[in-house]
């Protein structure tokens, strides 16, 4: 799996849109960018995954440059739910055992202020 | 959408006790499935993958003979600490990777083990 690099925390208000970017300069040409949502003492739960260029659901959008050395997860209009942390991930899918580890970095805390 | 569920959500144990954990994919069928632990304010870290049918592969430094995983169906996978001690005091959290998705990862809800 590729590398990521995320800030380890991100504060914002209510009402605000929130983009937290990630750097994946190692990704490979199978790899996917998926990005996970965690509140305390839950297991995290998939937000959005893309390859390039841009994804939207109804929870979020997923940018991704032609090079895609980097994703930019945008969360638009933040409430005080979105406080949780945010793992970006890149890997082909197959998380096989140490074939294809899925490991979590430190993750992007989000706080949201009212 | 997929459901993961684990059961207990809660378990409370003596040491040199074994506890069972179960993860099962609700609506899916999952060939594979994850074992994931969590301490405090750190991140998720891949204990194990368990195969559906097959023998679970271990990360390196997890004691296979300690945690025991067995994925004997394509929706449940069970994971049971044996002699439990303090410190496997954790998060347990599986994932299931959907197949017609890319193998894309649901998470179950995870497992609070404290053991005394």
């Known amino acids: 799996l590729a590398k990521t690099t995320q800030p380890i925390s991100m504060d914002s208000y209510e009402g605000q849109e929130v983009n937290i970017t990630c750097s994946h300069n190692?990704?490979?040409?199978?790899?996917?960018i998926t990005w996970y949502q965690q509140f305390p003492s839950q297991g995290p739960r998939f937000i959005i995954q893309?390859?390039?260029t841009k994804v939207t659901n109804e929870v979020a959008s997923l940018f991704i440059p032609a090079d895609r050395k980097s994703s930019t997860l945008s969360l638009p209009r933040v409430s005080l739910s979105d406080t949780a942390v945010y793992y970006c991930l890149v890997g082909d899918g197959n998380y096989g055992g140490s074939q294809g580890n899925l490991i979590f970095g430190k993750g992007t805390k989000l706080s949201v202020k009212p | 959408g997929a459901v993961v569920s684990q059961h207990p959500s809660r378990v409370i144990c003596k040491s040199g006790t074994s506890v069972k954990i179960e993860c099962r994919s609700l609506?899916?069928?999952?060939?594979?499935m994850f074992w994931y632990r969590q301490f405090p304010k750190q991140s998720l870290m891949l204990m194990a993958t368990?195969?559906?049918?097959?023998?679970?592969?271990?990360e390196q430094g997890v004691e296979k003979d300690k945690f025991l995983i067995n994925h004997a169906s394509l929706t449940l996978s069970t994971l049971t600490v044996t002699s439990a001690h303090p410190e496997d005091s954790s998060f347990y959290i599986c994932?299931?990777?959907?197949?017609?998705?890319?193998?894309?990862?649901?998470f179950g809800p995870g497992t609070r083990l404290t053991v005394t």
């Open positions: 190692n990704i490979a040409t199978n790899d996917y």
């Open positions: 994932s299931a990777g959907r197949p017609d998705r890319d193998n894309e990862q649901y």
């Open positions: 893309g390859y390039k």
């Open positions: 609506d899916f069928q999952a060939t594979t």
């Open positions: 368990s195969n559906e049918g097959s023998k679970a592969t271990y």
